[in-house]
């Protein structure tokens, strides 16, 4: 169990794979067995897009476990990973209607936490054909995660936003990005670490990736070359 969870987090998925279902009928805690069926179906997707099969199989498994279990937040999770999965299949319809299940199942446990990945993951999942509904998921992502504290889930949610308004209007997508960096950078000032402020800054690099890259796209080079710089200041 050990090496194969090792090998998951190196990414060397073929032999965690391997090492998981040699495992799996010999597990008699039930909590772990949900835990080996969900990197299972996770690793399957990686390897099988294409033919969902085997993923939506340990997929159910796990669900049905913390089902069984009553671990009511990790069904919102199993729901979230079933809709990635035939979603990459095909069925986009499917996915979308499994994310509303594990919406309205976050609201009913009041886990706010698997909400907000919940609704961001509808957002990015809807935000091809219907651009105000993805906005206002991502703004209630954002205006909720701002009450928690959670910055992860609220500059995902800017992220989100600022690739919705950039098909539109890529100057309005800059101003958007470059706030949203300020804020960033305003929270990283007040923390004392140089080691976390590093880590966080590293965290969120893809803040300034997409700023870069809009700042090239609209033809300003040397703005983009200074986000670069603001990043390396950071983590350097």
């Known amino acids: ?12 998925y073929i032999d965690s794979l391997r090492g998981y279902l040699a495992v799996l009928d010999k ?9 080996i069926c969900y ?14 099969q085997n993923a939506l199989k340990y997929a159910q498994m796990s669900m049905d476990l913390h089902t069984k279990l009553g671990e009511d937040d990790l069904i919102v999770l199993d729901l979230i990973n079933i809709a990635s999965i035939i979603m990459d299949a095909g069925d986009k319809i499917g996915a979308v209607q499994k994310l509303d299940e594990a919406i309205q199942k976050a609201k009913q446990i009041g886990d706010d936490e698997v909400q907000l990945i919940a609704m961001s993951s509808k957002a990015s999942m809807i935000a091809g054909e219907n651009r105000e509904e993805a906005l206002k998921l991502y703004q209630e992502v954002m205006k909720k995660s701002q009450e928690i504290g959670d910055i992860e889930d609220y500059f995902d949610a800017v992220q989100g936003i600022v690739n919705v308004v950039r098909e539109e209007d890529e100057q309005r997508a800059f101003e958007m990005i470059m706030k949203a960096i300020e804020e960033l950078e305003n929270y990283i000032a007040s923390i004392k670490s140089k080691k976390e402020k590093k880590d966080v800054a590293d965290s969120f690099s893809y803040l300034y990736d997409t700023a870069s890259d809009i700042a090239m796209s609209i033809g300003d080079v040397d703005q983009a070359m200074e986000i670069a710089k603001r990043l390396q200041r950071i983590t350097s």
Do not use: G, R, T, W
Request: proline share 3%; hydrophobic share 25%.
């Open 39 to 52: 990197k299972v179906s996770q690793i399957y997707h990686y390897l099988q897009k294409d033919d969902p």
């Open 1 to 12: 169990m050990k090496s194969a969870d090792k090998n998951f987090e190196k990414e060397k």
């Open 27 to 35: 597990v008699d805690d039930e909590n772990m067995k949900a835990e």
